[in-house]
T-cell receptor, first 115, second 115 residues
Framework: AQSVTQLGSHVSVSEGALVLLRCNYS??????LFWYVQYPNQGLQLLLK??????LVKGINGFEAEFKKSETSFHLTKPSAHMSDAAEYFC?????????????FGKGTRLSVIA | DSGVTQTPKHLITATGQRVTLRCSPR?????VYWYQQSLDQGLQFLIQ???????AKGNILERFSAQQFPDLHSELNLSSLELGDSALYFC??????????????FGPGTRLTVL
């Protein structure tokens, strides 16, 4: 079964600092991978997704993620944190070639940005 | 705004009661998913419908049921409510069943509080 692990339930960075949120998947066949963001009292919004084209995926709001098969990872980064980035971030997986299947989410990482 | 609407936004009820949560998918989307978000379990998939038919089932309790109507809106029915059912319930929609890469668009959620 597909699973995803997000290392660190809470990450705190200074404004302007690098943001790094970690995600590792568990699957014998690399799945499709997604990052979603959830702002307070709101639903989830797609940041980016990996669908086996380029391994470096650019998303919205300056975020990007790199798929590394050897490390079974899909870490999310942003060069310079902004106060508005404070939110909960979820990594999710979906198995390949199985139709439109439900997502399996990680536990989430809460990002705090300090002024 | 994802285009997915959910009503009501908040629901407060008592143990043993029954409630219905409603979701309208984005225009043109045929698949609807229901997810439960709680502090201890995280984001968990409950059930998926495609064009009126059940397609996948996750960790959905027998006390819970759902359906998708001909106009493609969906309802999640929760009965014999327990304190532990208090959670955020999200609906998501996607265009169809063809590809695992299709984006799921999430609604703002319904916050259920069982007293």
């Amino acid at each position: 079964a597909q699973s995803v692990t997000q290392l660190g339930s809470h990450v705190s960075v200074s404004e302007g600092a690098l943001v790094l949120l970690r995600c590792n998947y568990s699957s014998s066949v690399p799945p499709y991978l997604f990052w979603y963001v959830q702002y307070p009292n709101q639903g989830l919004q797609l940041l980016l997704k990996y669908t086996s084209a380029a391994t470096l995926v650019k998303g919205i709001n300056g975020f990007e993620a790199e798929f590394k098969k050897s490390e079974t990872s899909f870490h999310l980064t942003k060069p310079s944190a902004h106060m508005s980035d404070a939110a909960e971030y979820f990594c999710a997986v979906s198995p390949r070639n199985s139709g439109n299947t439900p997502l399996v989410f990680g536990k989430g990482t809460r990002l705090s940005v300090i002024a | 705004d994802s285009g997915v609407t959910q009503t009501p936004k908040h629901l407060i009820t008592a143990t043993g009661q029954r409630v219905t949560l409603r979701c309208s998918p984005r225009s043109g989307d045929l698949s609807v998913y229901w997810y439960q978000q709680s502090l201890d379990q995280g984001l968990q998939f409950l059930i998926q419908y495609y064009n009126g038919e059940e397609r996948a089932k996750g960790n959905i309790l027998e006390r819970f049921s759902a359906q998708q109507f001909p106009d493609l809106h969906s309802e999640l029915n929760l009965s014999s409510l327990e304190l532990g059912d208090s959670a955020l319930y999200f609906c998501a929609s996607s265009i169809g069943l063809a590809r695992s890469t299709d984006t799921q668009y999430f609604g703002p959620g319904t916050r259920l509080t069982v007293l």
